[in-house]
Every structure is written in structure tokens, then in C-alpha cells.
């Protein structure tokens, strides 16, 4: 079936070190890729997304890539701050049919001070 | 804020109860989502509509039934409900599904729900 496998699930870095998530999709024919933040007692937010004719995205200290021959995209944060610290989920939209969006299972980062 | 409001935020209700969680947006979308969210488990998609209609349901069982009134509302209604059913109940909304449209999906901050 149709899944979005997220590693790792906790991840613990240094105050302005980088941090790096991969995620790998099954779905071919995916061709929407967002990452979300989630804080305590909030909903995911939005931060950053990938089309699938677009192998790499930058928003400031925030970069995506995307490698479609092998189903890979990966979330890179650049000098890490506490306020990082959240789950961020990663997701791929699927085209076959109908709009869904199926979500990875989540990495807690967690940026030491 | 993300233009996307829930209420309530908490819930609690026994198993023979009947409540209703709802969702209303202001972002001028036409698609609304429910999704469900539990520990240490991926966000699993519930019921989809696009103008009203739904578009998409995820094999949810028949306790959860949804209703959209219009493109701003959604409401989820809850009835006989099991203790597994506890979780975070998130809605989300985007531009209509059609070919071209926006995919970005806005989160509201869930109804975190406890079934005793």
C-alpha cells in the first residue's frame, strides 16, 4: 500500500549544528512533498514543500531536496535554535484518483542550548 | 495563526454519548479535511470534501460522521464511541481539488479527545 517511511524519530543536535530528516515515499506517481511543524498543543504548520519537477527548495535556514529516482526527500535545518525544538512530519500527496496526503511517522527534534 | 479555528479544544465523553467537534476556516478554501491523529502513529487521513461533497472516505467506522454545511464548515459528529477512538482530532483545509490548484493543506489546532 501506499505509505511514507520517516527517519530517524528522535533526533538531539547542538545549538547551531545542522539537522537532517529523510523520508522515503512508495507512491511513483507522488508529486507533492510538504514538511510540517508541530509544536506542543498546536496543529502542524506548514513550513516548507516540493513540487516534483523541482529537485531542491531553500527558505532561508531551511532547505528541502528531492530525488525522484529514488523516492527520497529530505528536510535540512541549517544553524539549529531551541525554538526548533518540535515533531516535524514529512508527507507525499498522492495523484492516483483522488487528493490524499499520507503522512510520515514524525522525528522529535529536540536542539540543545 | 493559520486561518484555521476548532472547537472545543478538550472533550471528554463516555462511550454513550453524543458530541460534535467543528471546524470553520477563513482562508477562502473549498476542500476540508479530517484527520486523526494518535501516538507514535503517522496523521491517518478520516473524510475529504471539495465544495461540500465528500470526496474521500478512509474506511472510517460509522460512530465518526461528518458533515460539511458549506465550503467554511465542517463538523464531525461523534456518537457510541470506543476508548481506542481517544486521540487528536485535526482539521486542515485547501484550495478546491482540481488540477492546478494550491496543495498546500493549513492545519487548525485539533480537539484533543478522551473517551472514558
Known amino acids: 500500500g501506499e505509505n511514507v517511511e520517516q527517519h530517524p524519530s528522535t533526533l538531539s543536535v547542538q545549538e547551531g549544528d545542522s539537522a537532517v530528516i529523510k523520508c522515503t515515499y512508495s507512491d511513483s506517481a507522488s508529486n507533492y512533498f510538504p514538511w510540517y511543524k508541530q509544536e506542543l498543543g498546536k496543529g502542524p504548520q506548514l513550513i516548507i514543500d516540493i513540487r516534483s519537477n523541482v529537485g531542491e527548495k531553500k527558505d532561508q535556514r531551511i532547505a528541502v531536496t528531492l530525488n525522484k529516482t529514488a523516492k527520497h526527500f529530505s528536510l535540512h535545518i541549517t544553524e539549529t535554535q531551541p525554538e526548533d525544538s518540535a515533531v516535524y512530519f514529512c508527507?507525499?500527496?498522492?495523484?492516483?484518483?483522488?487528493?490524499?496526503?499520507?503522512f510520515g511517522t514524525g522525528t522529535r527534534l529536540k536542539v540543545l542550548a | 495563526e493559520t486561518g484555521v479555528t476548532q472547537t472545543p479544544r478538550h472533550l471528554v465523553m463516555g462511550m454513550t454519548n453524543k458530541k460534535s467537534l467543528k471546524c470553520e476556516q477563513h482562508l477562502g478554501h473549498n476542500a476540508m479535511y479530517w484527520y486523526k491523529q494518535s501516538a507514535k502513529k503517522p496523521l491517518e487521513l478520516m473524510f475529504v470534501?471539495?465544495?461540500?461533497?465528500?470526496?474521500e472516505n478512509n474506511s472510517v467506522p460509522s460512530r465518526f460522521s461528518p458533515e460539511c454545511p458549506n465550503s467554511s464548515h465542517l463538523f464531525l459528529h461523534l456518537h457510541t464511541l470506543q476508548p481506542e477512538d481517544s486521540a487528536l482530532y485535526l482539521c486542515?483545509?485547501?484550495?478546491?481539488?482540481?488540477?492546478?490548484?494550491?496543495?498546500?493543506?493549513?492545519f487548525g489546532p485539533g480537539t484533543r479527545l478522551t473517551v472514558t
Open positions: 486542515a483545509s485547501s484550495q478546491e481539488l482540481t488540477s492546478g490548484a494550491s496543495y498546500e493543506q493549513y
Open positions: 508527507a507525499a500527496k498522492i495523484t492516483s484518483g483522488t487528493y490524499k496526503y499520507i
Open positions: 470534501y471539495n465544495f461540500k461533497e465528500q470526496t
